[in-house]
């Protein structure tokens, strides 16, 4: 079993910058693929960001170069790096992972993933 556990998240302006955090109970980061998702208030739960074990990263096309994921294995914690930030960035964001037999698995879908954290709120003013 793996425990994860958001933080970072609040209220910024527009443009502004948030890293999130997620740090891993329960599981070494260095096996698993994470992933970020984010879901608005009446809107699904949408991927933002993944990365396999062997350190690959995957953006949703609205976030890409704007976002960035990362890991420390030491911390065995995993970091959403959030830059000019949007008003449509205002989600609760999830952070996910999986136990991966393979060093590139990543998945953009919910269901490639069995673990995950309770959320934390950011909210982008304009």
């Known amino acids: 079993q793996a425990q994860l556990v958001e933080s970072g998240g609040g209220l910024v302006q527009a443009g502004g910058s948030l890293r999130l955090s997620c740090a891993v109970s329960g599981r070494t980061v260095s096996r698993l693929a994470m992933g970020w998702f984010r879901q608005a208030p009446g809107k699904e739960r949408d991927f933002v960001a993944a990365t396999s074990w062997s350190g690959g990263t995957y953006y949703a096309d609205s976030v890409k170069g704007r976002f960035t994921i990362s890991r420390d294995n030491a911390k065995n914690t995993v970091a959403l790096q959030m830059n000019s930030l949007k008003p449509e960035d205002t989600a609760v964001y999830y952070c996910?992972?999986?136990?991966?037999?393979?060093?590139?698995?990543?998945?953009?879908?919910?269901?490639?993933?069995?673990?995950w954290g309770q959320g934390t709120q950011v909210t982008v003013s304009s």
């Open positions: 996910a992972a999986v136990p991966a037999a393979s060093s590139t698995y990543y998945s953009r879908f919910q269901s490639g993933y069995n673990y």
